[in-house]
């Protein structure tokens, strides 16, 4: 696993052992950062579900401003810290070890491009987490929320105010990616 673009290009990171931890593959992050390119440059990013912290990383790589990075398990935070300390952005990252609710609770808003990423069995949490994250006023209007999921699941029951702008699917992984937009009734 590799940074693929920006000042930390070809950067080689570490990520968590075992099977708790399903890292994008470099393909995969590659396409999304092509499609998110624009939403990127200056973005406070929010990664709920951080893992080893790569798309954070990219982004901070890609010229986004901040990060948080939230990760419940301290084996995966150990790899994020370390992969932070890496790229030599510890001034620009806050992590936290907390699951993602706990997380959401203690956040400040200011958010502009959110990265949800929990282990696939999770199916349920992307629309709760979209509901949560409203709900605290954290993301700024025009936010980008990035859900990446299993290829056959279909992203449902998204609060008003979060407009589908893009579905794509790479083999085993779909990207969903919705747009903030305070006052619209989603997109069915």
Avoid: Q
Wanted: charge should be positive; proline fraction near 5%.
């Amino acid at each position: 696993m590799r940074i693929i673009a920006g000042e930390a290009r070809g950067r080689r990171l570490f990520a968590p052992e075992g099977m708790d931890t399903r890292p994008t593959s470099d393909r995969v992050r590659e396409a999304l950062f092509s499609i998110i390119a624009r939403d990127v440059p200056d973005a406070c990013v929010l990664d709920l579900f951080a893992g080893s912290g790569a798309l954070s990383l990219e982004a901070l790589s890609r010229g986004a401003a901040r990060a948080t990075m939230v990760d419940k398990s301290p084996r995966a935070m150990a790899v994020i810290r370390r992969n932070v300390e890496l790229m030599r952005v510890k001034d620009r990252v806050r992590t936290l070890t907390s699951d993602w609710k706990t997380a959401v609770a203690r956040l400040e808003s200011g958010y502009t491009l959110v990265m949800l990423d929990p282990p696939y069995a999770m199916t349920g949490v992307y629309a709760e987490a979209c509901r949560a994250l409203l709900g605290r006023s954290l993301l700024r209007p025009g936010a980008l929320v990035v859900m990446e999921h299993a290829a056959a699941l279909k992203i449902e029951d998204l609060p008003d105010g979060l407009v589908v702008e893009d579905e794509r699917r790479y083999r085993d992984t779909g990207l969903t990616l919705c747009r903030y937009r305070p006052g619209e009734e989603r997109c069915v």
